[in-house]
């Protein structure tokens, strides 16, 4: 699977933007349909996607639209006109405000219609947006509710407002959060939306950092997330991009580890031992399982 570490989510209804979305560092584009769209633009928004997915040449690059929720009057028609006129150039559709999992289903069959009617070759993918209290109770099942499933996201905003939390900014986890609350307030609701995700071979993606102008703040919950198991993280400006390909990026001296354990242990197997150890510490086959998930992202980013 192609990484997932930055998400660059552009409005819809900016067509302007939409061109300079494809010059930036984003392994993934994700053109909007949904909270960054006002309602009077909604429909244009539609139209300028389309015309982003068909006349921009997007080459090797990731391709999403997070279309609206499908119980308000325009998530049904993002999804068939999307679908209709610019599937073959999709690679998923992102469903905001995924309560169950019949929201997955339903998209589901919508589209295997659609692919057939059009003869599409390509498989459209779906991510799952989780962001509300009844989203995270049954997370498991909307993980598991479909092939066409890539990755899940936290909403942290949405979330929020669901559960009832006061909120330093709008989207800005990380931000002010130790007057909050002592300790990261977001740890279960992150852990288990990894938990579900993983379990189900998907993706997990965090929500964006609202404050564009705190690249130590975006730092700071770029590495929480990556700690909980997170593989990347959405941005809302092209300046945030550099930081969230570094944080989920494995590093030289990462790399330089995994290679030194995955060699260690295999001498240490090669001698007949069970374990070994580098730079004093024990080195078992979980440690050797971890080295070789960072050696393999490393070969996929092409930095070995
Ligand atoms: C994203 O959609 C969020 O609500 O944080
Ligand atoms: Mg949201």
Not at 85 to 109: M, N, Q, Y
Request: hydrophobic content about 45%.
């Amino acid at each position: 699977m192609k990484p997932r570490r930055s998400i660059l989510s552009v409005p819809g209804h900016v067509g302007k933007m939409h061109q300079k979305a494809h010059r930036s560092r984003a392994d993934v584009i994700m053109l909007d349909l949904e909270d960054s769209v006002p309602l009077e633009a909604k429909d244009n928004a539609r139209t300028a996607v389309v015309n982003a997915l068909r006349t921009i040449d997007w080459k090797e690059r990731v391709v999403t639209a997070r279309i609206n929720a499908l119980d308000t009057p325009f998530g049904y028609r993002d999804l068939l006109v999307l679908a209709e006129e610019a599937g073959d150039r999709l690679d998923s559709v992102v469903i905001p405000k995924v309560d169950h999992c019949a929201d997955i289903h339903f998209a589901d069959k919508m589209l295997t219609g659609i692919e057939m009617a059009k003869g599409l070759a390509n498989r459209i993918g779906l991510e799952a947006i989780i962001e509300s209290a009844r989203g995270l109770a049954g997370v498991d099942i909307i993980a598991g509710s479909s092939e066409r499933l890539v990755t899940l996201v936290f909403g942290v905003a949405d979330y929020s407002a669901s559960i009832g939390a006061r909120l330093a900014s709008i989207s800005g986890h990380g931000e002010k959060e130790e007057e909050l609350y002592p300790g990261h307030r977001w740890n279960f609701a992150m852990s288990r939306l990894v938990m579900a995700a993983k379990a189900n071979g998907l993706m997990a993606i965090d929500a964006p950092y609202g404050n564009f102008k705190d690249p130590e703040g975006l730092r700071r919950s770029a590495i929480m997330a990556g700690a909980l198991g997170f593989d990347g993280k959405w941005a809302i400006h092209p300046e945030q991009l550099d930081t969230i390909n570094t944080v989920f990026s494995p590093s030289p001296a990462d790399i330089e580890r995994a290679r030194r354990v995955i060699e260690a242990y295999e001498e240490a197997q090669a001698a007949g031992r069970g374990a070994a150890s580098v730079d004093g510490r024990m080195v078992d086959r979980a440690t050797v399982r971890l080295a070789q998930q960072l050696w393999e992202q490393a070969r996929h980013l092409k930095l070995v």
